[in-house]
């Protein structure tokens, strides 16, 4: 029988499905089912499970059913646990029995899922990434921000992740909130409470007007040497979309030894393994260069730009660049701000989606959420000739 699923109602820009009928902690990988959820999901991006119960086990099965081979967390097993210089140490704790599920969420917990005793949760906040702050009073009043666009990935090491898993397990009650993008725009976007608020790479790409698609479809980014540790002192923009360029980065002399071989550089658009579609992955936080191949001899040089090719290397010019072709699919009318129950469970295309969390929660309003992402047996794959030649 077929799987039956059903349009989520935020954004069209955006196909989410609503999944029927199915529970995920018991899929088979090697089943009919599984093999329509996967064309599923690279179709509509993100899935979502009502009132699903799932161990930290079964969702890990879960996670590695769509890349057989991969074994560990995105970042690696209890790596981000002992690094206090990463900006994530202060969010993510590894299940101690399954280290590839995390634990995410805000206020305390109790003898929860072999963390033994008392265990306070910090939920992610504006207030330690961004460079600007909201007052008490606009908070009071219910306005927040994004706290951080993104997708799951070390970006440095390991590759990133097909697929992120994200259950709800105990989620906050509470008033909708409005995020406000103070980016001089007026932009605003009412969001449920805690709301994980997610951006289409598809449409990230398909906004762009002409002379960006073809620089994005022969750009490349190169990513800074343990990138978490090296943007830990900078802040960002109030969009949460890019960093400021104020130099305030860790020097890379100061990072914890690397290796040149380590480094990730990737194309500027990952291809849909499913549909073929390119969608602009770009984590704007962690990028330290940016590569544009020149145009093919014998292409219109008319309004192009970088038509010799390009190696950026200056912050400010790369982060303004990216700034300016991300910034458009994370206008109000792109983004699909999930509203959280208990027990639902999201499987989105990590390789195909920003996302970010959102709220400003208090200490009482407990959240326990689990997420699983394993580093990939494979890298992204960019554009193919055809694209080039369509695009450029």
């Not at 995105?74 to 299940?95: A, S, V």
């Not at 005793?117 to 009043?141: C, F, I, V």
């Not at 194309?267 to 849909?272: G, S």
């Not at 709220?359 to 326990?368: E, I, K, N, S, Y």
Request: net charge negative; charged share 25%.
């Amino acid at each position: 029988m077929s799987v039956e699923t059903v349009p989520l109602p935020l954004p069209p820009t955006l196909d989410a499905s609503k999944v029927k009928g199915v529970d995920p902690s018991s899929i088979d990988p090697n089943s009919e089912q599984f093999k329509e959820i996967e064309q599923l999901l690279y179709k509509h991006s993100i899935l979502v499970f009502r009132n699903a119960i799932i161990s930290p086990e079964r969702q890990f099965a879960l996670a590695k059913a769509f890349d057989p081979t991969a074994e560990n967390f995105g970042h690696g097993n209890n790596k981000i646990e002992k690094d206090k210089q990463n900006i994530l140490n202060r969010t993510l704790r590894g299940i101690p029995r399954v280290p590839q599920v995390q634990l995410i969420g805000n206020g305390i917990v109790h003898d929860y899922e072999g963390f033994p005793g008392e265990m306070r949760l910090e939920h992610p906040s504006h207030h330690t990434w961004h460079k600007t702050h909201l007052s008490p009073e606009d908070e009071a009043a219910g306005y927040t921000r994004f706290v951080r666009w993104h997708m799951d990935a070390a970006l440095y090491d390991l590759q990133p992740p097909r697929v992120t898993t994200l259950y709800g397990r105990v989620v906050p009650k509470g008033p909708k909130q409005i995020v406000r993008y103070d980016d001089g725009t007026g932009d605003e976007l009412e969001v449920p409470l805690a709301a994980t608020a997610y951006a289409s790479g598809k449409i990230m790409f398909e906004l762009l007007p002409r002379e960006l698609k073809s620089v994005a479809v022969r750009g490349r980014v190169q990513y800074a040497p343990h990138p978490y540790v090296w943007v830990s002192t900078a802040k960002a923009r109030s969009t949460a979309l890019a960093m400021e360029a104020e130099g305030k980065e860790v020097p890379l002399d100061n990072l914890p030894p690397w290796e040149e071989s380590k480094i990730q550089i990737t194309p500027m658009l990952w291809k849909n393994p499913v549909t073929g579609d390119l969608h602009f992955q770009v984590h704007p936080y962690c990028v330290a260069e940016v590569f544009i191949d020149a145009l093919p001899e014998g292409t219109s040089r008319d309004d192009a730009l970088y038509p010799d090719g390009a190696h950026l290397t200056d912050l400010q010019e790369v982060r303004d660049l990216l700034y300016k072709m991300q910034r458009p699919a994370i206008s109000p009318q792109f983004v699909y701000p999930h509203d959280w129950h208990e027990n639902d469970l999201i499987v989105f295309h990590n390789r195909g989606v920003m996302h970010s969390v959102t709220g400003t929660l208090q200490p009482d309003q407990v959240r326990a959420y689990h997420q699983c992402n394993l580093a990939a047996s494979d890298s992204p794959v960019g554009p193919d000739e055809e694209d080039m030649q369509k695009w450029v």
